[in-house]
DNA sequence: TCCAGACTGGACAGAAAGTCCAGAGGGGCT
DNA sequence: AGCCCCTCTGGACTTTCTGTCCAGTCTGGA
């Protein structure tokens, strides 16, 4: 299911087996990838956990700091998806015979149902109040991810292609998070929205006028 | 298993079959516990966690806040045991066919091991140590507060009379929380610490400093 | 093709954040 | 008391961020 796959390549023919062994042991939560170190692009993919597909470019981030490096199996070290899911990684550089990287594979665990899991254990026959909703993150900048990456999951909108509105929309939940009281926030909040300073400040001096714009 | 009730009490007969089959239920993490009100004594006791037996005093604030209330069913409530285990308890006022109080049934979950199993879910396949120590306050100042005021409550000195040491070691536990990353922070803790912007700053840095003075 | 709305990058003023220092207490010691 | 050392203070000053503005570019729709 979901595989995608190129059969021409001898490296997919060689690794294929593995990758999917990998990806039905690891039920659906576990994304097997196949790059190709050369062209950074995606040889083949099971289980795609976002829409990537065979020759696409390889995620930026994802092989940055693997090839400059002298050992070829990478992580666990964690990601964080735009919907907030998190996974945990891991990478192996695969050589041919006479050594030479001839392909990377990535595992990409989905770590979200397993912690929900947990939330449904320990909140048995808990008497207290789970806590209010509330940004239990202790690092400023995983809030800006985590209330960005709820609104994409409601509205199946990735941050490229929002509009004017969810960026107000977003922006206002950041307010209301009290995001911007941090120092340094606002240029990261724009990075995270793929935006500019500018366009930040913008839709945010709009949000906190008395919108006269409401009445012609 | 474990067991222990007392044949010759009519209320026993009447209700073990009740509490028998919850301690059944919820395997061995739960006790349950049939009071008798009148004495405070244990009169049966199923899957017992702690030492307790039938005509043992019932622990004190079991019953507490039970007799005066208008209601029959409380909790669930939290209750801690000595060796850490966390307990969650219901209890339940048992009538006799007049209306007058029999007994009082108590049911202890331990959610040490649900916890547990929640513990190792959320580990499973998770790189990163878990969050160094939540302190959920919305409010930054009342953070702020919040250290100090423990500060003080510990060692009982009140901030117009601390030592320097204090002082350092106060902006140390600041620091820690990440106070000073919020916007406007170092002003108010300056003033929360009765003490000059200057001296805040000053502090700070020798805290922050490689200590050239630890080494004479 | 052209227009209108939205975003950009850079410039800039103003506000905080930090740094520095001369001078004012204020204990403790002689 | 008188002195000294340590610490804090208030203010001046530099650096770093914040928030505003605008001319110019991009883009989707009529």
Redesign the pocket.
Known sequence: MGNVEDPQDARVRLWAPVAQAVALLLGPYAEVVLHDPDTDRVLGIWNPMTSRGVGDPSLLGELDDLEPSAQDVFGPYEKLLVDGRRLTSVSAVLRDPQGRPSAVLCINLDRTPLEQAAAVLSAFGAPTVQRPEPLFEQDWSERIQHIIGSYVRETGRPVERMT?QD?LAVLGRLEEARV?AV?????VVAGAL??????V?????ELRSPNAKDRP
């Open positions: 004017r960026r911007f120092r340094r926030a606002a240029p793929r935006v500019s300073r500018s366009t400040y913008g839709l945010l001096a």
